[in-house]
């Protein structure tokens, strides 16, 4: 997926794959790890599996964007903090 964000709402995004279609995603929750903010998307549309996807949020001189994450330790780090945040509200994760 490309990094540009476009924004259609406030929690909704859309980004373009990698056959060039158009996806919009909902921005279900931001948070901070080890000092960079995330983004966890969910597709609108045809998610039966609920699969989430995680983004590293990074500014430039154009505004946001969306980073898909390459490190698996960045995605682990990142997969603890939102764990630890969903137990604390007491949601199932």
Excluded: C, H, S, W
Aim: glycine residues 4%; negative net charge; charged residues 35%.
């Amino acid at each position: 997926m490309e990094n540009n964000i476009n924004t259609v709402d406030e929690n909704i995004v859309k980004l373009i794959d990698e056959n060039g279609n158009e996806i919009e995603f909902e921005i279900i929750l931001t948070l901070e790890a080890e000092g960079k903010e995330y983004a966890i998307l969910m597709p609108v549309e045809d998610n039966d599996e609920e699969e989430a996807y995680i983004y590293r949020i990074e500014e430039d001189a154009q505004g946001e964007m969306l980073v898909p994450l390459e490190d698996d330790d960045e995605y682990e780090t990142v997969v603890a903090v939102y764990e630890a945040i969903m137990e604390e509200e007491g949601l199932n994760y």
